[in-house]
Protein backbone atom coordinates (compact mmCIF):
# COMPACT_ATOMS: atom_id res chain seq x y z
CA UNK A 1 0.00 0.00 0.00
CA UNK A 2 1.05 3.58 -0.71
CA UNK A 3 -0.28 6.69 0.46
CA UNK A 4 -0.11 9.76 -1.69
CA UNK A 5 -0.34 13.40 -0.33
CA UNK A 6 -0.27 16.16 -2.91
CA UNK A 7 0.82 19.78 -2.18
CA UNK A 8 1.28 23.75 -3.74
CA UNK A 9 -1.71 23.69 -5.66
CA UNK A 10 -3.53 27.31 -5.92
CA UNK A 11 -4.44 30.36 -7.56
CA UNK A 12 -1.73 31.89 -10.08
CA UNK A 13 -1.98 34.45 -12.66
CA UNK A 14 -1.47 33.49 -16.41
CA UNK A 15 2.19 33.04 -16.92
CA UNK A 16 3.08 32.47 -13.54
CA UNK A 17 4.64 29.69 -11.77
CA UNK A 18 3.36 26.83 -9.40
CA UNK A 19 5.14 23.49 -7.91
CA UNK A 20 3.40 20.75 -6.81
CA UNK A 21 4.75 18.31 -4.71
CA UNK A 22 3.87 14.49 -3.97
CA UNK A 23 4.67 13.00 -0.11
CA UNK A 24 4.47 8.78 -1.03
CA UNK A 25 4.82 6.67 2.37
CA UNK A 26 3.91 3.06 2.66
CA UNK A 27 5.84 0.91 0.43
CA UNK A 28 9.38 1.25 -0.74
CA UNK A 29 8.82 4.45 -3.10
CA UNK A 30 11.98 3.83 -5.68
CA UNK A 31 10.60 1.06 -7.87
CA UNK A 32 7.51 2.92 -8.91
CA UNK A 33 6.74 4.68 -12.00
CA UNK A 34 5.68 8.13 -10.73
CA UNK A 35 3.19 10.28 -12.06
CA UNK A 36 1.08 13.85 -12.31
CA UNK A 37 -2.51 13.96 -13.92
CA UNK A 38 -4.93 16.26 -14.49
CA UNK A 39 -8.65 17.01 -14.47
CA UNK A 40 -10.53 19.71 -15.63
CA UNK A 41 -14.29 20.52 -15.00
CA UNK A 42 -16.46 18.12 -17.54
CA UNK A 43 -13.37 16.69 -18.90
CA UNK A 44 -11.40 12.94 -18.54
CA UNK A 45 -8.57 12.39 -16.21
CA UNK A 46 -5.85 13.13 -18.96
CA UNK A 47 -1.56 12.06 -18.06
CA UNK A 48 0.31 15.10 -17.46
CA UNK A 49 4.21 13.60 -16.96
CA UNK A 50 5.52 10.82 -15.67
CA UNK A 51 8.83 9.79 -14.74
CA UNK A 52 10.19 6.01 -14.04
CA UNK A 53 11.35 4.29 -11.71
CA UNK A 54 15.06 5.14 -13.34
CA UNK A 55 14.31 8.73 -13.72
CA UNK A 56 12.92 8.72 -17.85
CA UNK A 57 10.31 10.97 -18.36
CA UNK A 58 7.40 11.76 -20.21
CA UNK A 59 5.27 14.59 -21.17
CA UNK A 60 1.99 15.39 -22.64
CA UNK A 61 2.55 17.56 -26.00
CA UNK A 62 0.45 20.35 -24.14
CA UNK A 63 3.42 21.03 -21.19
CA UNK A 64 6.58 20.05 -22.99
CA UNK A 65 8.79 22.55 -22.15
CA UNK A 66 6.85 24.18 -19.34
CA UNK A 67 6.52 21.78 -16.89
CA UNK A 68 9.19 19.67 -15.63
CA UNK A 69 8.86 16.23 -13.53
CA UNK A 70 11.47 15.25 -11.08
CA UNK A 71 11.67 13.22 -8.05
CA UNK A 72 13.39 12.38 -4.63
CA UNK A 73 13.90 8.75 -4.10
CA UNK A 74 15.75 9.71 -0.47
CA UNK A 75 13.17 11.80 0.02
CA UNK A 76 10.22 9.65 -0.94
CA UNK A 77 8.60 12.77 -3.10
CA UNK A 78 7.60 13.56 -6.64
CA UNK A 79 7.43 17.49 -8.05
CA UNK A 80 5.96 19.13 -11.06
CA UNK A 81 7.29 22.45 -11.73
CA UNK A 82 4.81 24.14 -13.61
CA UNK A 83 6.05 27.24 -15.33
CA UNK A 84 4.01 29.61 -18.38
CA UNK A 85 0.83 28.61 -16.63
CA UNK A 86 -1.92 28.85 -19.14
CA UNK A 87 -5.57 28.92 -18.56
CA UNK A 88 -6.13 25.49 -19.99
CA UNK A 89 -4.07 23.95 -16.90
CA UNK A 90 -6.60 24.89 -14.71
CA UNK A 91 -7.61 21.16 -13.52
CA UNK A 92 -6.95 19.27 -10.08
CA UNK A 93 -3.77 17.26 -10.36
CA UNK A 94 -3.54 14.04 -9.01
CA UNK A 95 -0.32 12.22 -8.18
CA UNK A 96 0.29 8.91 -9.15
CA UNK A 97 2.40 5.90 -8.42
CA UNK A 98 2.77 2.88 -10.42
CA UNK A 99 4.66 -0.61 -10.43
CA UNK A 100 2.95 -3.71 -12.65
CA UNK A 101 -0.80 -4.28 -11.39
CA UNK A 102 -0.81 -1.59 -8.12
CA UNK A 103 -1.57 1.38 -8.82
CA UNK A 104 -2.31 4.51 -6.17
CA UNK A 105 -3.97 7.79 -6.34
CA UNK A 106 -3.60 10.88 -4.14
CA UNK A 107 -6.37 12.84 -3.28
CA UNK A 108 -5.48 15.50 -5.69
CA UNK A 109 -4.82 19.41 -5.61
CA UNK A 110 -6.51 22.49 -7.03
CA UNK A 111 -4.67 24.59 -9.63
CA UNK A 112 -6.48 27.79 -10.88
CA UNK A 113 -5.15 29.96 -13.68
CA UNK A 114 -6.88 33.09 -13.76
CA UNK A 115 -6.47 36.74 -14.12
Known amino acids: QVQLVESGGGLVQPGGSLRLSCAASGNEFSPYAMGWYRQATGMQRELVAR???????VYADSVKGRFAISRDNAKNTVSLQMNSLKLEDTAVYYC?????????WGKGTLVTVSS
Open 96 to 104: NAKLYVLEY
Open 51 to 57: ISSSGST
